[in-house]
């Protein structure tokens, strides 16, 4: 759902639109990694996640030889109850993966967050859209192995600055 009011506005029927998206076929989750100059593939996951999941399906094939071959990264995952469930904790500890600890309500701090919000605008400026889960499925993919290890170095490297401003701004809102 989507809105759009002034100030007083705020979600009044007038000011709200609901969307159906890809013929409202389901839904389905984008997972992949990122750092200065290196990617993981992207992982498509359709149905619900949890820990169970994500540590099954993500970490232990995708996450683990990832880190292995590059021993000077550092995990960095939100806080979704999914990646901070104990079993995923314990997990990663045994594995002695370090994990950059990170505070909660911090989406715009993390690099993914805006390789998605990079990922979203490719998908919809395709020429033809994706008409369902599997076309948008096969789209995302292929915009993933477009965007440039250039673009994704940028964003990866604008962290500091965006934790710089935070920590000006007290934890307050910032313009970053």
């Known amino acids: 759902m989507g809105v759009y009011c002034r100030r007083n506005e705020c979600y009044t029927e007038v000011c709200t639109l609901e969307r159906d998206r890809f013929g409202g076929e389901g839904s389905i989750m984008v997972w992949g990694g990122v750092s200065q ?11 619900n996640f949890n820990a169970v999941h994500y ?22 995952h939100d ?10 904790r314990d997990f990663l500890q045994d594995r002695n993966i370090s994990v950059l600890p990170w505070p909660a309500k911090s989406l715009d701090l993390n690099p993914i967050e805006h390789v998605w919000e990079l990922l979203d605008q490719r998908v919809r400026a395709r020429a033809i859209p994706p008409g369902n889960i599997w076309e948008l499925t096969g789209a995302l993919v292929e ?26 701004a007290a934890g307050g809102h910032t313009r970053n």
Do not use: K
Request: hydrophobic share 40%.
């Open 143 to 168: 915009e993933w192995g477009n965007i440039s290890q250039q673009e994704q170095a940028n964003l990866v490297q604008s962290m500091r600055r965006r934790c710089t401003a935070i920590l000006n």
């Open 37 to 47: 100059y290196h990617r993981t593939e992207v992982i498509v996951i359709a149905g």
């Open 79 to 88: 806080n979704a109850t999914s990646h901070t469930a104990r079993s995923v």
């Open 55 to 76: 540590r099954e399906n993500i970490i232990l094939p995708h996450v683990v030889p990832f880190l292995q071959a590059h021993p000077d990264m550092t995990l960095q």
